[in-house]
């Protein structure tokens, strides 16, 4: 048992630290979830890239510094804690990369990665259908075979970041009529603007258009852009869901330096008796966060993978997030209600927390069937 | 970094798990409730064969420690098997003892708290001390200093019928007029969170197998979503407190030390009214086992620092995270 790093690791950090004190802007930037704050943030990951900061644990061919996992979580917490802004590429960089290292071709690699290091192709990703949510598994949208590649066609909804986005990727369905609804779905990656796609925006809560509609009309995907076989979609698609959902989807560095901006407006706002358990709270699940994930990354690197347990840190960070901003909500009181401020963003931020990348219902049946053992039951 | 249990930090815990299956644990709790305590004191000298008491006693006493990373790791196997006595407050009077300025009270008793011949109580956040009937080395802290104490007095049984909690003698002995404390409310703190955290775990395992089994409705009762929820809530909420448990050993830092105290406490209570709940009213019974885990995870969650308290030292400010 030990929790102290290396020197190696420490200067590492040191170094990231120093890069992001002389960079980091000092002002927010505009929401990313318009088209003015994309543009921003979409520049934020070139200067980023330009010293290799904005994928260090990518191998150094794609624009890394093949950090490990452990200087990842450490960079995190640099970042986070020095109000570094949000990352507008993170589901390409957290999950089409994985999944490309694990499942994709070395052209595809090659082809891919470097332009998602550098924010000059940003991903967006195209799972939900209307009649397929938590039941991902019975999506309808066809991808059908033809000369070179493959006709996508059908409706992709809740598509993250696709208002603004060039490229997305998601599942389609090849081979219909097969026994299982899981069987016969195809991982592949789609232009955004190619002839045959509209796309609708969709306004979150605070009317931001943070996700979109995707109606897609015989779209021709050139077979480069099938990710694995044919047929394997589902088994792609979940098991890069498992491992990176346990590690890698929200840090721990983001949430230490969430609670310790609610530390400071607590003390801001004379730290008032009402908000003490809750600023206490976001302290504490702030370190049983990053313990629990170093406990994870520590089994990680013994050649442990994470797998159900995921579902755990999925539910944990989520909640937490909510419960954080609330308790900021409620310490600004009236000043809480404008939503052109840092806090009020980050909080419509956390409202989704719960209902993505598998809504916490499912986390919960997973947890239940996977880890404690209990028996199948409805949904 | 390496933020995982060792081989032999997991020899100690598969060791005690087996010793204390073996011995009937539930039986001796029983008897101990009733003021029996022969079988209880036999338990307790197997469990200091083991090392336990030694790990909080420095080797200049004839201990094994301090090693709090394997006094974690241990309590949390106490708790799992709802081990009575005045476990916590052996070791934490161990720590309060090894650090007086005076060496003496500590060479005189020590070698017997680590040697499991003596069992220790005080009282000092609370206006009683656990088990003073049954303890041989009573200490009470007091604004005059740290005294060995000569006697209790009556006892008042406790929410949990496996603690009885018993004030204690004015006087006694004088052992240290100022002596420090802050060493040794970590220590009762890390132990008191490692013991939730066990029952906390024991409370869980014992309904998950009992919603598996109970059938309703023509399905077991664990096939139910709300079923299943609640006990994965409860499994988020063990797992995010274990890592604060083993975090607190290793820093000792009291704001450490506070967050796994609260947060272990509340998982453990919240754990066992999600046990209760899915027992249904054979959970509610005396006669059950399930009652022994019960009302400890209650009794346990203000034991050395009630949730309040313990979120104030996490705000006080000496925070490393």
């Known amino acids: 048992m030990d929790l102290t790093h290396s020197p190696a690791d420490e200067e ?322 009236a000043e809480g209600e404008p939503a052109d401020t840092d806090w009020s963003e980050r909080y419509v931020f956390s409202l989704a927390g719960p209902l993505y990348a598998g809504t916490n219902e499912i986390q919960r049946d997973i947890i239940a069937e996977r880890l404690l053992g209990l028996p199948k039951g409805r949904r | 970094m390496r933020f995982l249990l060792d081989a032999e930090q997991r020899a100690l815990a598969d060791s005690l798990d087996s010793m204390l299956t073996a011995a009937d644990t539930p039986s001796v709790i029983r008897e101990w409730s009733r003021g029996e305590h022969a079988r209880g004191r036999a338990l307790w000298s197997r469990i200091a064969e083991t090392g336990v008491f030694a790990l909080a006693v420095p080797e200049a006493y004839e201990g094994l420690g301090p090693r709090p990373v394997e006094l974690a790791v241990a309590f949390m196997e106490l708790g799992r098997h709802a081990v009575p006595g005045p476990l916590v407050e052996t070791v934490t009077a161990a720590a309060l003892l090894a650090g007086l300025p005076d060496p003496g009270p500590a060479k005189r008793l020590l070698p017997a708290l680590a040697a499991g011949e003596a069992m220790a109580t005080l009282a000092w956040t609370a206006p009683y001390a656990l088990d003073g009937e049954a303890a041989t080395t009573r200490l009470a802290l007091t604004p005059r200093g740290l005294y060995l104490s000569p006697g209790h007095g009556p006892v008042r049984p406790s929410l949990d019928p496996a603690r009885s909690l018993t004030p204690l003698d004015p006087g006694g002995e004088l052992l240290s007029p100022d002596p420090p404390t802050a060493q040794a409310l970590a220590y009762a703190r890390l132990a008191t969170a490692a013991q939730a955290l066990g029952v906390g775990l024991a409370l869980l395992d014992r309904t998950v197998t009992y919603v598996r089994q109970r059938t309703q409705f023509g399905a077991p009762v664990g096939s139910f979503q709300a079923v299943k929820h609640r006990l994965a809530d409860a499994k988020i909420a063990l797992e995010f407190a274990r890592p604060l448990v083993l975090g607190a050993a290793l820093t000792m830092t009291p704001a450490d030390v506070a967050a796994a105290k609260v947060t272990a406490c509340e998982a453990a209570y919240a754990t066992a009214r999600t046990a209760l709940q899915l027992h249904g009213a054979i959970g509610y019974t005396a006669e059950y086992d399930l009652s022994l885990w019960l009302t400890k995870a209650r009794a346990l969650r203000n034991a050395w620092g009630s949730p309040d308290v313990c979120r104030a030292d996490v705000l006080s400010g000496d925070r490393r995270w």
């Not at chain 1, 109000?83 to 071709?105: D, H, I």
């Not at chain 1, 195809?186 to 996700?211: E, N, Q, S």
């Not at chain 1, 989520?318 to 901003?325: K, N, Q, R, T």
Request: no cysteine; glycine share 8%; charged share 20%.
């Open chain 1, 12 to 333: 590492f950090r040191a170094e990231a630290r120093a890069w992001l004190r002389a960079h980091v802007p000092p002002d927010p930037l505009p929401s990313l979830e318009t088209a003015e704050g994309f543009a921003a943030h979409r520049m934020w990951e070139a200067e980023l890239a330009a010293d290799r900061w904005s994928v260090v644990n990518w191998p150094t061919a794609y624009g890394g510094r093949d950090a490990t996992l452990v200087r990842w979580l450490l960079f995190e917490e640099e970042y986070w804690a020095a109000g570094a802004p949000g990352r507008v590429n993170q589901n390409g960089v957290s999950l089409l990369a994985p999944t490309l290292f694990e499942y994709g071709t070395r052209e595809q690699r090659a082809r891919v990665l470097p332009p998602m290091a550098t924010g000059e192709v940003i991903w967006a990703q195209a799972w939900s259908e209307p009649e397929a949510g938590s039941d991902l598994a019975s999506l309808r949208s066809r991808a059908v075979s033809t000369d070179g590649g493959w006709l996508l066609s059908g409706q992709k909804t809740w598509s993250s970041r696709a208002a603004f986005a060039d490229r997305a990727f998601g599942l389609f369905r090849t081979a219909p009529d097969l026994p299982k609804p899981h069987q016969g779905l195809t991982y592949l990656m789609f232009d955004l603007r190619a002839p045959g796609v509209t796309v609708r925006p969709l306004a979150r809560l605070d009317g931001k258009p943070a996700f979109a509609e995707l109606f897609l009309d015989e779209v021709f995907v050139p077979d480069e852009d099938v990710i694995g076989e044919p047929g394997q979609g589902w088994r792609i698609a979940m098991s890069t869901a498992g491992n990176e959902r346990g590690l890698m989807l929200r840090s721990p560095g983001r949430f230490l330096a969430s609670a310790d901006r609610l530390l400071n407006l607590w003390h801001t706002q004379g730290s008032p008796e009402s908000a003490r358990a809750g600023v206490a709270d976001a302290l504490i699940g702030a370190r049983a966060y990053q313990l629990f994930t170093y406990a994870a990354a520590s089994r990680f690197l013994d050649g442990e993978s994470i797998g159900p347990e995921s579902s755990l840190n999925k539910v944990f960070w989520s909640e937490y997030d909510i419960a954080l901003h609330e308790t900021a909500l409620d310490l600004l009181a």
